[in-house]
């Protein structure tokens, strides 16, 4: 399968400048000169070196279809390993698809998802972290979340691993050499000296499962809801967020009777920001099912931003919210502060530790806002160029790791032999294996590409 040629659009859908169809395989540059036609007709496809493109036409047996450029890569040293042609057309839908459509008439196959990525992989030019990191590059939409998939694409949490990795090699080879063969000269196990490298080794493990949450808000983003009672400034807020009239804003309590919800880029970061139905009695049924989501949404929040009128007295409905909050990352924001205070700020700090106060209305305090999101987060120091667990199926292999290596630990301090301990340490190596890839099984391998786009 993996000898085919492949062909797809590898583009987005649509009207733009330029659209791309890429192909990938051992036959690849005789597929496009079979419906390339270089303007230069001293040019041959079959005889360009490897990073050089030419201007021509993509034909087909009417003539002209489209102008192209094409773009030859010859393998190795390309993105899958192998020869890669890619034919940049202009991005007009027809144009793109009818490129493509000669293409597979030419003895290309369409291509699956995610399988230039995965030819990539399997031909050794990353591995499965590389690979996975490729995937948050496309979906990454801010600065942190791109930086953090650049490093993981150029090997972050790949050389990591593989530190781990070497130092678990070296230990394993040391016990099985000295049980295996006890006549050689050989240096004897230190078993204490052992259990407190492992100790070390099992640390290492826990600091980047510790910062798996935090890597998850750089790729994802910040599941953010704003809360409070009717006519605190929850939607004003979300204006002023948003930088435009996302939400209605009326004098009238109660205006927003559904969740309304908008991507933000915030600080390098980007927050997932949920404005609420106002939480109160509600006084009809579309208001109550408008406070059952805003409730939803809040149980389901990474922070929530608790929103307060500093113009009036804590009221009942801002009371009944507080414990509602407890456990959960919460800034009280003390809106209105272009208008005389006269909110209990004392009593409110007693539930929410955190309290900024702003005027959504004129952006006063918008900058004091941003950095107490990234402090209550604990995403100011963070490192979106360091190693970092990428997603689940990256957190179980080194979780599973780690639950070996303490297994191992466990084993060296009761005073099992040695030989039991090498077991627990040859299947934390193999998690690790799994991990970047080393030794993932096929329907890993096959699972982590589903969630690619064709094309890439």
């Known amino acids: 399968m993996y000898h085919e040629t492949i062909a797809a659009i590898s583009t987005p859908a649509g009207i733009g400048a330029v659209g791309m169809v890429r192909l990938s395989g051992a036959d690849a540059i005789a597929v496009a000169a079979r419906v390339f036609r270089p303007h230069d007709t001293k040019i041959k496809l079959e005889s360009m070196r490897g990073y050089r493109g030419v201007l021509g036409k993509v034909c087909d047996d009417n003539g002209p279809v489209d102008e192209v450029v094409a773009f030859v890569y010859r393998g190795p040293r390309s993105y899958t390993g192998e020869d890669v042609v890619e034919l940049c057309c202009h991005g007009g839908s027809y144009a793109v698809r009818q490129v493509l459509r000669l293409c597979l008439d030419a003895g290309a196959r369409p291509a699956l998802a995610g399988e230039f990525t995965k030819r990539a992989f399997l031909n050794g030019k990353m591995d499965l972290t590389g690979a996975e990191a490729v995937m948050d590059l496309v979906s990454a939409q801010g600065r942190g979340a791109m930086r953090a998939a650049f490093a993981a694409r150029d090997g972050a949490l790949a050389g990591g691993i593989a530190a781990l990795v070497e130092d678990l090699t070296g230990h394993c080879a040391h016990i099985a050499a000295w049980t295996d063969y006890p006549e050689?000269?050989?240096?004897p196990v230190d078993e204490a000296a052992l259990a407190r490298t492992l100790v070390d080794i099992l640390g290492r493990m826990r600091v980047l499962l510790a910062g798996y949450d935090k890597g998850r808000l750089l790729r994802e983003g910040i599941n953010a809801a704003i809360a409070g009672r009717p006519n605190v400034g929850k939607s004003?807020?979300?204006?002023?967020?948003?930088?435009?009239?996302?939400?209605?804003?009326?004098?009238?309590?109660?205006?927003t009777r559904d969740v309304v919800q908008e991507k933000v880029t915030l600080a390098d970061l980007t927050l997932n920001l949920s404005d609420t139905a106002g939480i109160r009695e509600a006084l009809d049924a579309a208001e109550q099912e408008g406070v059952s989501r805003s409730l939803r949404a809040l149980s389901g929040a990474d922070l929530i931003l608790a929103v307060f009128d500093g113009s009036q007295p804590l009221q009942e409905n801002d009371r009944d919210l507080l414990p509602r909050l407890t456990g959960k990352n919460v800034i009280?924001?003390?809106?209105?502060?272009?208008?005389?205070?006269?909110?209990?700020?004392?009593?409110?700090?007693?539930?929410i530790p955190t309290i900024v106060e702003i005027s959504a209305k004129t952006g006063k305090g918008r900058e004091v806002l941003e950095k107490e999101i990234l402090a209550v987060l604990e995403l100011e120091n963070i490192d979106p160029a360091g190693a970092i667990i990428a997603n689940e199926r990256q957190r179980q292999c080194l979780d599973s790791a780690a639950g070996n290596v303490e297994e191992a630990v466990a084993a060296l301090n009761d005073g099992v032999t040695l030989d039991a301990v090498c077991v627990c340490l040859d299947c934390a190596l193999d998690d690790?294996?799994?991990?970047?890839?080393?030794?993932?099984?096929?329907?890993?391998?096959?699972e982590v590409f589903t969630r690619f786009c064709v094309g890439k």
């Open 432 to 446: 690790l294996l799994a991990l970047t890839g080393q030794r993932a099984g096929e329907a890993v391998v096959d």
């Open 184 to 187: 050689e000269d050989l240096i």
């Open 236 to 255: 004003t807020l979300m204006n002023l967020l948003t930088g435009h009239e996302r939400s209605i804003v009326t004098p009238e309590p109660g205006t």
């Open 332 to 351: 009280a924001v003390i809106n209105k502060a272009d208008l005389p205070q006269t909110i209990e700020e004392n009593e409110l700090k007693k539930s």
